[in-house]
């Protein structure tokens, strides 16, 4: 992997101006996640208004594209030298710091009252993500990473992610599994055989939970609370921030499908994670099953 602690990629002229580092990278954007999120923590279960995007389950809000458009403004001040990828505005400017933005991760969540969203920000040098935040404003929690740790922040302060006694358990009956497979376009696509890996899912696992915000169910493994966490169908702002937050914490983190072996994980469509110290040889087979359909 490129090391990106380095100020200058490589691809730069020696004159360029230095890049912010990683750790300055993770302050820009929880100073940016910060900023927009007690509009979005004022706005929950009010009235808020929802389109459709793509389907009925799958809305949009004015607070999303507002959202971003102030992420926009506030990350390329930050970082002249930056370029956006984001969920409602695609690919904006051009620069060596991707910001890649979900300005609402669980957008239905947050529209339905149901407290499971965040802000995700990550930034990539040279396709590589260096930092990452994701900002949970209605629990008042922001966890984030850089090249360094992993980091939780909350009402009584901010404590690494590091260095946590591993929960052990006995066998995968004792984890938890949060995945939000099959979603509605998933059972279109797999059929039959998309229930089937849900219902062994349920019955190998203690529990299977649907959180429906990627951001936030690879930050729960990362701080323990989740086990084992797998996604389908993502795109890089559902994932970019949480897999570099997981790693950091000594979690896993494995892209799938296609052009997983040549491309950043982020950009993988499918993933499976581990919380630190935790692997499940069903959740391994399961996910490759579902790559395998897809691939096939």
């Known amino acids: 992997m490129t090391d990106t602690r380095a100020a200058r990629p490589a691809n730069r002229p020696a004159s360029a101006p230095s890049l912010p580092s990683p750790a300055q990278l993770r302050r820009i954007a929880c100073q940016a996640a910060d900023d927009v999120g007690p509009a979005l923590a004022a706005a929950f279960r009010t009235a808020v ?3 459709e995007k793509t389907s009925a389950h799958d809305l949009v809000t004015w607070y ?3 959202t971003e458009e102030r992420l926009v403004e506030l990350l390329t001040a930050a970082v002249p030298d930056s370029r956006i990828t984001g969920e409602e505005g695609g690919a904006q400017g051009a620069g060596a710091v991707e910001w890649i933005v979900d300005p609402i991760d669980g ?3 947050f529209a339905h009252g149901f407290a499971m969203f965040s802000v995700s920000i990550a930034a990539a040098v040279d396709g590589e993500v260096v930092a990452g935040v994701v900002h949970d404003p209605s629990n008042g929690l922001t966890f984030s990473a850089d090249d360094a740790d992993a980091w939780l922040r909350q009402a009584g302060g901010e404590r690494a992610l590091t260095g946590r006694a591993v929960r052990h358990t006995a066998g995968e009956q004792q984890l938890n599994l949060v995945t939000s497979y ?7 696509i797999d059929g ?3 229930l089937e890996t849900f219902g062994e899912a349920i019955s190998t696992f203690s529990t299977v939970r649907r959180l429906v915000s990627g ?5 729960h493994a990362a701080a323990g609370w989740a086990d084992v966490v797998f996604g389908v169908d993502t795109s890089p702002w559902d994932v970019a ?4 937050i997981l790693r950091r914490a000594g979690g896993t983190y494995e892209g799938l499908g296609a052009g997983a072996d040549t491309r950043g994980d982020h950009l993988a469509p499918h993933y499976l994670a581990f919380a630190p110290g935790v692997d499940s040889p069903t959740a391994r ?3 490759k099953g579902i790559a395998e359909r897809r691939a096939g």
């Open 49 to 51: 208004e929802t389109e």
């Open 64 to 66: 999303d594209s507002a």
């Open 107 to 109: 957008t239905s969540n």
């Open 182 to 188: 099959p979603s509605a376009e998933a059972l279109q």
């Open 192 to 194: 039959a055989a998309a």
């Open 215 to 219: 951001a936030l169910e690879l930050c």
């Open 241 to 244: 921030a949480g897999m570099l």
């Open 285 to 287: 087979r399961l996910v």
